[in-house]
């Protein structure tokens, strides 16, 4: 048995479908307008969550890019430090062994260490270096210099390790640990590292002991030359390692900003297309529903 079709069937029919053509046209014109296919989650739920996993891998990768950026800074100012103290060691070097000839009158001997006593503060200078306000070679104790100006060579930085975090549990270091060159001068009775050596070298030089400047002084701070060698490779090392994980976060931020946009980006041309398609269907509906749904007089007294 069927049942009648009235009027009103026709009337809510109609209107329904052309409410659906018109939440059609809607979206694909707020699509058009914002350039996105996804403006809210209902659009597409599967998209949406991958468009919310990939903006947090993103948010992820963007800390990594800014630890790994700080960290570059911290070794390249290291490296610029290590390499001018490289420069003066050189330079007392060159001093020493014109000390241990023996050719030099006391009063060029005295000369000399003068001027081994400026290079000492100016390698102190050197490790007091700071980035953004913060000393990198005092541990964690990035507020307090390493060394006081002056005849203290005692050391005052931490002896904690500044890390980064460069990707998933990957951390890495990016200080260096100065006193392990410099020492702590001859606060006790001397340590045998740079500063204690250079200052062995300046008493030589005053007292005219060329003998140990040529010897004993000469083999010390050649040794120091050797460690200090080592830090710059170990700095540079950590410098390389720093931007190959620079290089592959660049990597992964264009992938995933590729897979974000297609995911949620709107193909502007289809969507211009759909829409032009969509206002024509919607405009061809309301003709046709007037057409269809015809209310008399009479329908509207009952």
């Known amino acids: 048995m069927f049942g009648r079709i009235t009027t009103q069937m026709t009337a809510s029919m109609t209107l329904t479908d052309l409410q659906q053509g018109l939440n059609r046209l809607n979206t694909t014109q707020q699509q058009l307008?914002?350039?996105?296919?996804?403006?809210?989650?209902?659009?597409?739920?599967?998209?949406?969550s991958q468009a919310i996993s990939l903006n947090g891998q993103l948010s992820a990768l963007n800390?990594?890019?800014?630890?790994?950026?700080?960290?570059?800074?911290?070794?390249?100012?290291?490296?610029?430090?290590?390499?001018d103290v490289d420069n003066m060691v050189q330079r007392v070097r060159e001093l020493v062994v014109q000390a241990a000839n023996g050719n030099q009158t006391q009063s060029s001997l005295?000369?000399?260490?003068?001027?081994?006593n400026q290079l000492i503060d100016q390698i102190k200078q050197e490790a007091n270096g700071s980035y953004n306000g913060q000393h990198i070679f005092s541990g964690t104790s990035t507020s307090t210099a390493p060394y006081q100006s002056g005849s203290n060579d005692q050391y005052q930085g931490g002896t904690g390790t500044v890390n980064r975090l460069i990707g998933p549990n990957t951390t890495l270091a990016v200080n260096t640990d100065i006193s392990s060159v410099l020492g702590n001068g001859q606060s006790s009775g001397g340590d045998g590292k740079l500063l204690d050596t250079l200052r062995t070298i300046v008493s030589d030089m005053q007292s005219g002991n060329t003998g140990a400047i040529g010897g004993a002084d000469l083999q010390n701070l050649d040794k120091n030359f050797g460690t200090l060698t080592q830090m710059e490779a170990n700095v540079g090392a950590v410098t390389d390692r720093l931007n190959l994980a620079s290089n592959r976060i660049q990597q992964l931020q264009t992938s995933d900003t590729a897979a974000l946009s297609n995911v949620q980006d709107a193909d502007m041309a289809t969507t211009a297309i759909n829409f032009s398609t969509e206002q024509a269907a919607y405009s061809a509906a309301l003709r046709a529903g007037a057409n269809i749904v015809q209310t008399s007089l009479l329908n509207f007294l009952n």
């Open 110 to 116: 005295s000369g000399s260490a003068a001027e081994v």
């Open 33 to 48: 307008s914002s350039g996105k296919k996804i403006n809210q989650p209902s659009d597409d739920p599967y998209g949406t």
């Open 63 to 83: 800390d990594y890019s800014n630890n790994v950026a700080d960290g570059t800074a911290w070794t390249q100012q290291a490296t610029t430090s290590l390499s």
